[in-house]
């Protein structure tokens, strides 16, 4: 798995989608990671087939691969992009020293070398990992990779001020102290002045950790991490063009509208085992009509909706009713919670029992239903899905698997909390999300019951990191209630709750620690974590670290998510990855 796959192009093409059909595994009812303990099935069809195999095993090149939306990116720069889906999007033009493995299910979570010869040397008891570039990589103009771009392209993360919106690991990591501005503000003459990582010659990266971090080749992996030559940096605009290193590169690109991908002739598939590059374009297209593009995969006019939701209510509705339509669906567990948070810097949710008023008057299948009912996905108990180390999907604490309301507790709690008549607040919900909107709705309904007059404030998607993701914002608005989604950003309990409730990841934009929590104990709990030998080995201060925040009722969990995907049956090589929670883009094609 770690050695060099060095073949003629031909020959790389047919080996990956051989692996594909050889490694695929299946997902048990309640855990989307669990691999089967059965056999992989190889050219699997069939409802769900796609969730335990490869569908339409292919190695025919050509045609165009037809993507629509309707969401659009919110970067495609790799260091401002943090939507799922545009992460998955980038595995066709962006490379990283370390990527997931392009096999289905919990296979597709193990990382694999990309851009890297090898994995990693860990020296220094495990604070040091030197990284060896492979032989032949190149930028889209035919520029070989250094060791000075990777870093380039990592100094580009601690540009806040410039390129906000992406995670900040590598920033809480590798900064130790030192207060680095990123490359637009650096004084050394060559924008090279990061101290933590060393480049002692163009095939070697070091990385220099302050402590022993069991998750930082994950970091490794991700787009933010990817190689950027500092001579076509163009900054805050870079999104709109980034340089490729995968087989396509950027053609066109028009925000709220789409893009256009072509072939990159600079990528070599003799270096790449993760990548296929069938298709000779990619088009991706933004609609304001979710009901339209269900309308059009029907029909055959489009491949896949790649945001990764989901059909609609009407289509979903069809699809089930027609064995030959749902031969083509899928409804997998996506590593996605759908639930609502609420900021503690909007009073009265300064006020843990307010919170928890909110949390018990809720009627959790009626926001399941609101969703789309069971196929949307299993009702949320707490906020670590299935599949993540340290996950326990029946720690339930405030009853939200029994499906409906508790009043009395509701009333409890309002009492407890100086509002026993209730009070006001606002909902902010993304108005290019229908099941958010309705589930905006549902809690409305459910608040009324006990006294909680809510109005939902519907804002543009598309800039969730300047209305929601502003703290000063929401705080202005008067956001009590935020609805979203959220899914690991790595398969580890820091990739999936640090983000949302460590408070050193607090951002005045591009924020994702919407409850504002910077507790103490919670913070540190994290930093122990990250110092255990293996993912294993962390996994129960995960445990711990949801526990605390379930306590203080931070988040209203809607539920385990699921998504119901249809896809063209002309597509091949259809497969979901656990790492994705998507159908995988790395190696898919159009049949002729």
């Known amino acids: 798995m770690n050695n060099v796959i060095r073949r003629k192009k031909a020959l790389a093409i047919t ?6 059909s050889m490694s695929a595994v299946a997902c048990s009812k309640d855990d989307a990671k669990k691999p089967s303990e059965g056999k992989p099935a190889a050219g699997a069809s069939g409802f769900n087939a796609a969730t335990t195999g490869i569908v339409n095993p292919s190695t025919t090149k050509g045609g165009e691969l037809k993507l629509w939306s309707p969401q659009d990116v919110d970067y495609l720069d790799p260091a401002r992009a943090y939507y799922g889906f545009v992460w998955s999007m980038q595995r066709l033009y962006i490379r990283q020293l370390f990527a997931y493995d392009s096999k289905p299910g919990a296979a597709g ?108 080749k994950y970091l490794l992996a991700m787009p933010s991490s990817s190689p950027v030559p ?14 490729s290193t995968g087989p396509y ?48 995969l029907l029909s055959g006019d489009i491949d896949l909706a790649v945001d990764g939701t989901g059909m609609q209510a009407a289509g979903k509705n069809k699809v089930l009713k027609d064995e030959a339509l749902k031969a083509n669906a899928d409804n997998p567990f996506t590593g996605y919670i759908r639930y609502f948070a609420f900021p503690t810097t909007v009073a009265p949710f300064d006020n843990v029992e ?48 029994k499906g409906e309301p508790q009043i009395e507790k509701a009333k409890e709690a309002l009492k407890a909390c100086g509002k026993p008549d209730g009070f006001t607040t606002t909902i902010a919900v ?41 703290p ?38 591009g924020n994702n620690n919407y409850s504002m929590i910077n507790d103490p104990e919670i913070n540190g709990l994290f930093k122990t974590a990250a110092a255990a030998a293996t993912p294993e080995a962390a996994a129960p201060f995960y445990t711990q670290i949801n526990q605390k925040v379930m306590e203080k009722a931070l988040y209203l969990p809607i539920n385990f998510d699921k998504a119901f995907v249809y896809h063209n049956p002309r597509l091949t090589n259809v497969y979901f990855n656990d790492s994705l929670g998507k159908i995988d883009l790395a190696t898919l094609g159009v049949a002729k």
């Open 249 to 296: 590169k950027v053609s066109e690109f028009t925000a709220s509208k789409g893009a256009t991908f072509v072939r990159n002739e600079n990528w070599d598939p003799s270096t790449d085992t993760i990548r296929t590059g069938l298709p000779d374009t990619v088009s991706f297209t933004v609609t304001t009509n979710p009901d339209d593009m269900d309308a059009r």
């Open 109 to 216: 979570t193990k990382l694999v070398p990309d851009l890297a010869a090898a994995d990693p040397v860990l020296s220094n008891d495990g604070k040091t990992y030197t990284v060896k570039i492979k032989d032949g990589v190149k930028f889209e103009d035919g520029t070989p990779i250094t060791s000075k771009d990777f870093k380039y392209g990592i100094e580009r993360v601690f540009a806040q001020d410039v390129l906000s919106g992406g995670p900040t690991y590598l920033i809480d990591i590798l900064d130790q102290g030192q207060k680095y501005p990123g490359p637009y503000k650096d004084t050394d003459p060559d924008k090279m002045g990061l101290k933590s990582v060393e480049t002692p010659d163009d095939k070697t990266i070091v990385f220099n950790l302050a402590s022993a971090n069991s998750d930082f």
């Open 472 to 509: 000063e914002n929401v705080k202005a608005k008067g956001y009590g209630i935020i609805v979203m989604g959220w899914g690991a950003d790595y398969n580890s309990g820091s990739g999936f709750l640090q983000p949302l409730v460590d408070g050193s990841f607090i951002l005045p934009n």
């Open 354 to 401: 307010c919170r928890k008023a909110v949390i018990y008057a809720a009627d959790s299948k009626s926001l399941q239903t609101a969703r789309g009912g069971p196929t949307s996905g299993d009702l949320g108990a707490n906020m670590l899905p299935p599949g993540i180390p340290g996950a326990d999907k029946k720690y339930d604490p405030y009853g939200l698997t």
């Open 430 to 470: 993304r108005n290019n999300r229908a099941p958010e909107v309705k589930s905006a709705e549902s809690l409305q309904a459910a608040l009324d019951k006990v006294g909680i007059k809510v109005t939902i404030d519907q804002y543009d998607g598309k800039l969730s990191s300047s209305v929601i993701g502003s």
């Open 230 to 243: 500092a001579g076509k940096d163009t900054g805050a605009t870079y999104t709109n063009k980034p340089v």
């Open 15 to 20: 080996a990956v989608v051989a692996a594909l």
